[in-house]
């Protein structure tokens, strides 16, 4: 997984901050690759559709603890990339 690709996460998996929100099916934008990290992570940009998808409730609760609402940092094995 590179910089700039398409990519949509895994089946499984959830959200590092809020356990109980499932991410499966989310899709955005590479746009930054932290290799420092073991294992490597990546910091996706959520897409329109993904954003438009989300509740009232979980913004809410992402506004309410001070995170991003459209990216997350996520390990690699947990995304992949979409076929152009």
Known sequence: ?????A???RPGISDPDFPG???D?????VVERDET???AQCLVQ??????G??????RGRCEREDF???????????LEILPL
């Not at 998808?53 to 979980?58: F, G, H, K, N």
């Not at 991003?68 to 947990?78: C, H, N, R, T, V």
């Open 68 to 78: 991003a609402i459209d990216q997350m940092w996520l390990f690699e094995a947990d």
């Open 37 to 39: 990290a073991a294992p």
């Open 7 to 9: 990519v949509c996460v």
């Open 25 to 29: 099916g989310w899709v955005g934008t």
């Open 53 to 58: 998808r989300m509740s009232a409730a979980d």
């Open 1 to 5: 997984v590179t910089v700039g690709d």
């Open 21 to 23: 929100r499932r991410l």
């Open 46 to 51: 959520w897409n329109d559709e993904t954003l």
